[in-house]
């Protein structure tokens, strides 16, 4: 079975630093996607970036960009210039092209953003 | 459309009662997803619906729990006879072809 792991429980970052949460993985399959999704306190989960396995480009979405090892099986997210809006539970997920496609999480990070 | 839409957001029900949540996925998505959430977790996969068929349930889903999705739009999830360990947040969430999932802000159940 896929698992995901976040090792870090809680980060914390000072406005406008750059912080990198960790996200490993496991999984036998050669191709599948990786998320990182952001669930602000009491609000919905949304997007922040996707990966496909089989890009070796990282993906970027303005401040946030990806590290992917595939080989290594980690996929870590770099939030530059970081603002009190990023403040927020982040979970790394995986998605195969079996299994009815559903997510695998991981347990998350808290990330908490100093002004 | 404003997304995935759930209802009620909030449920507080007595140990034993039986609970009803609703789901509204995006109009054109037609896999819909069920999660559970508990404090500080992430989410954990329930049951999956594509149209109107359920594909796939989790082991976590015990003969307590029953879903359905009678005509491939909105979807329902039953729990009968709730017990203090079902108290968690129910997550919906649906998608399109190889597109992301979009998820609703979910049901915080609290059973007492």
């Known amino acids: 079975a896929q698992t995901v792991t976040q090792s870090q429980p809680e980060m914390s970052v000072q406005e406008a630093e750059t912080v990198t949460l960790s996200c490993t993985y496991d999984?036998?399959?050669?191709?599948?996607?990786l998320f990182w999704y952001k669930q602000p306190p009491s609000r919905q989960m949304i997007l922040v970036i996707r990966q496909e396995a089989y890009k070796q480009q990282n993906a970027t979405e303005n401040r946030f960009s990806v590290n992917f090892q595939k080989a290594a099986k980690s996929f870590s997210l770099k939030i530059s210039d970081s603002q009190l809006g990023d403040a927020a539970m982040y979970f790394c997920a995986y998605r195969g092209l079996n299994w009815g496609n559903k997510l695998v999480f991981g347990a998350g990070t808290i990330l908490r953003v100093k002004s | 459309d404003t997304g995935v839409s759930q209802n009620p957001r909030h449920k507080i029900t007595k140990r034993g009662q039986n609970v009803t949540f609703r789901c509204d996925p995006i109009s054109e998505h037609n896999r819909l997803y069920w999660y559970r959430q508990t404090l500080g977790q992430g989410p954990e996969f329930l049951t999956y619906f594509q149209n109107e068929a359920q594909l796939e349930k989790s082991r976590l889903l015990s003969d307590r729990f029953s879903a359905e999705r009678p005509k491939g739009s909105f979807s329902t999830l039953e729990i009968q006879r709730t017990e203090q360990g079902d108290s968690a947040m129910y997550l919906c969430?649906?998608?399109?072809?190889?597109?992301?999932?979009?998820f609703g802000q979910g049901t915080r159940l609290t059973v007492v």
């Open positions: 999984t036998s399959e050669s191709d599948y996607y």
């Open positions: 969430a649906s998608r399109e072809g190889a597109s992301e999932a979009f």
